[in-house]
């Protein structure tokens, strides 16, 4: 199968969508000449613009995450607000405590501050400072999404973080989804992905120790971690089921949309 990208191409080896392809036998083009199955809207970037021959593409086959478009900060927030109906914002005017201070732009980190301040800064917006430490380690959930599907999701536990909330990595495993969310919440995260445009992508999740909810915090178009650094800390054979379950998840649910587009 051959697969078109545009407006870029996945160069670097870390992406997930590599492994995923070379797993499945498939290829990719840039040349909207050639013939190919269906395509992807695919920019490491926080904002994409709207790409004309994308959109007469997909007048014929399907064009995944055309419609995820905004993925700063502000977006995901509002789209979670609007799900979930709840916030992780505060006001740094205001608010009394700990928080975290972050670029709107994703991938960009973020500091744990004071508040409030006299001035917040330029660009950034301010998030409640989530507790979701367990024996000692900060658990985080990376969700992968594929297809409206949630096929696996990775624990990863890091050190507490301090003053930035990019902290070192223990470890990571691989755990069913039912295991981590019920299942009112899985509907949940992929009404949330619905509403961003993300067909493909994973989600920075995290469960608070305060109120036991859910709180979804990062939205990645372009995912990685498959790399050879092996920044995630995967054992070959948690690497080796990870891509295995994301392929089997990509190749039915193309399937799926390729039968209902027609």
């Not at 870029?8 to 590599?18: A, K, L, N, S, V």
């Not at 070379?22 to 790409?51: H, K, N």
């Not at 960009?108 to 998030?127: N, S």
């Not at 301090?162 to 039912?178: C, E, G, N, Y």
Request: aromatic residues 10%.
């Amino acid at each position: 199968m051959k697969v078109l990208f545009l407006p870029d191409y996945p160069e670097r080896e870390f992406y997930t969508i590599i492994p995923i392809f070379m797993r499945l036998g498939w290829f990719a083009t840039q040349d909207p000449g050639d013939e190919f199955a269906f395509a992807i809207c695919w920019q490491d970037s926080t904002f994409v613009e709207s790409d004309p021959v994308l959109l007469e593409v997909a007048r014929k086959v399907p064009v995944l995450n055309l419609g995820c478009r905004d993925i700063s900060k502000r977006r995901v927030e509002r789209v979670f607000s609007e799900t979930f109906g709840r916030t992780t914002f505060v006001d740094p005017l205001t608010f009394q405590g700990r928080a975290v201070c972050k670029y709107d732009e994703n991938a960009r980190g973020g500091d744990i501050v004071q508040l409030p301040v006299a001035a917040p800064k330029a660009g950034r917006v301010y998030q409640t400072l989530i507790d979701s430490s367990s024996d000692g380690e900060m658990v985080e959930f990376r969700v992968p999404v594929i297809l409206g599907n949630i096929p696996v999701v990775y624990e990863e536990r890091k050190d507490i973080p301090v003053d930035s909330i990019k902290t070192r990595k223990r470890s990571a495993r691989l755990r069913p989804p039912r295991d981590v969310f019920e299942e009112t919440e899985r509907a949940d995260l992929l009404a949330f992905c619905a509403r961003m445009g993300l067909d493909f992508g994973e989600l920075d999740v995290l469960r608070s120790n305060a109120d036991g909810q859910l709180y979804v915090l990062d939205v990645n178009k372009t995912p990685g971690g498959f790399g050879i650094f092996n920044r995630v800390n995967w054992t070959r054979d948690q690497r080796a089921e990870a891509i295995e379950i994301l392929s089997r998840a990509f190749a039915d649910g193309i399937e799926r949309r390729l039968l209902e587009q027609g």
